[in-house]
């Protein structure tokens, strides 16, 4: 072997040295986990809102990508399926009146092993976290929320000589006669939807369920709460249902102008904003019914599947998307609510001309939830209220004849 070929092999050997050397200095190299998120759709701000947010946390835990899954239809359908087929995502949307089924299938993974006081819980508004704890577990933390507030057509009250919004239910029937048939065509807008009217029920001290998950819509207390509707509806003809003016919701009909005033959420603002530009409205606290005050609330909680196999990267992902910076980067653009005090005050809702109401209804508010089979009792409900409704049968036969059939579906399922 030549000096050549000799150096030449020489410096092949001192490099494959420094090769080898080198790699066992450097600290080992992670793979990166991936974590599933599903969720429902929104609007398309919403979405590409929450596509920022997540490109954020990827950025700030290079170590974890999130993979979101957008199910735009039977939502809770294909999670409850996935969950049989062991495909349930990592991370998911729970709405609040689907928790109590998913919690009794102990398949979420509580947090409470998670939590650290770094994670600051009492930031959150305690009555949207007990909506997700069971026997002090806590199985989802609530992302954003909405109440129900008044909204009402400011040109439509100053023509019919209203300068304020109406404080009690009985306030609101004389301003929906005032206002029926002026510039709008009805004075109030209705929904046949059960989620709108347990306060009702509630203002004379009925409820949906008991305390055994049985229906209770047809007692006396409730027949009270749901007649204000009947009434307003049939009797005075100063309300309208959205298929009454070829409206598709309670919004839609108040934006078009059909009537002078509906009771919506949160997301009713963006929307009328976005699509009625000119229409001049404002919002109040639910009127008091029966000298009580209360409103709705709607909330979403993002949840662990407690099979998961990347536990700690998943809660990674929900306490950044629950934190201070995530959630603000979430509620900041007023699409949804935050749940942490800190947030809310920092954005301030509470002074905000259009939020402050729906803020305010928040201590008085009543969870969406309606035990472990809400779609036994939403889908009972609503087939018979409509036809009280439309005055196909009287109110106390339509809540009997839903309140039985739904009481024995649910035994049949237990």
């Known amino acids: 072997m030549n000096k050549y070929k000799w150096l030449k092999f020489c410096i092949l050997i001192i490099t494959a040295a420094i090769i080898v050397i080198s790699c066992h200095q450097l600290p080992p190299s992670k793979s990166a986990v991936t974590i599933k998120l599903s969720g429902w759709g929104g609007s398309p701000v919403e979405q590409k809102l929450l596509k920022q947010v997540l490109q954020d946390f990827e950025i700030k835990h290079p170590q974890i990508k999130v993979k979101y899954e957008l199910i735009s239809d039977q939502y809770m359908d294909v999670i409850k399926t996935r969950f049989i087929g062991d ?13 109590p ?3 009794s299938k102990n398949v979420l993974e509580p947090l409470n092993n998670y939590i650290t006081d ?5 930031d959150f508004d305690q009555n949207l976290l007990e909506i997700f704890k069971e026997h002090n577990y806590i199985y989802g933390i609530p992302k954003d929320y909405s109440t129900l507030a008044l909204f009402y057509n400011k040109q439509s009250f100053k023509n019919a000589g209203l300068n304020k919004p109406p404080t009690t239910w009985d306030e609101l029937l004389n301003y929906s006669q005032k206002l029926t048939g002026k510039l709008n065509r009805y004075g109030f807008g209705q929904s046949p939807a059960i989620s709108r009217h347990v306060y009702k029920i509630k203002a004379f001290g009925g409820n949906l369920i008991d305390e055994n998950g049985n229906a209770t819509f047809a007692s006396e207390k409730a027949l009270k709460g749901l007649q204000l509707v009947i009434d307003q509806y049939r009797k005075y003809q100063t309300s309208a249902l959205p298929s009454d003016v070829g409206a598709s919701s309670g919004t839609d009909m108040f ?17 009328l904003q976005e699509t009625f530009p000119q229409l001049d409205f404002a919002t109040a606290e639910v009127p008091k019914i029966n000298n009580q005050k209360g409103t709705m609330v709607y ?7 407690k099979q998961t196999k990347h536990k700690k990267a998943a809660w990674e992902l929900i306490s950044y998307l629950t934190g201070k910076e995530g959630m603000e980067k979430w509620t900041g653009t007023g699409f949804a609510l935050p749940t942490r005090k800190s947030v809310a005050e920092k954005l301030g809702y509470d002074q905000d001309d259009l939020r402050s109401a729906l803020v305010a209804g928040l201590d008085d508010a009543i969870p969406w939830q309606l035990g472990k089979y809400p779609a036994v009792i939403v889908n ?9 409704l439309l005055g196909e049968q009287s109110l106390k036969q339509a809540m009997l004849k839903a309140q039985n059939n739904a009481n024995q579906q649910m035994k049949m399922m237990e």
Do not use: C, H, R
């Open 299 to 305: 909330t979403v909680a993002y949840v662990m599947n």
């Open 380 to 388: 009972n409900f609503e087939n018979q209220f409509l036809s009280a």
């Open 101 to 103: 089924f998913l919690i």
């Open 87 to 99: 495909a349930a995502p990592d991370v998911f949307y729970l709405d609040a009146v689907e928790a």
């Open 118 to 122: 770094k994670f600051d819980l009492q």
């Open 255 to 271: 934006g078009q102008g059909k009537v002078a005033m509906v009771i919506e959420g949160n997301w009713a603002i963006p929307y």
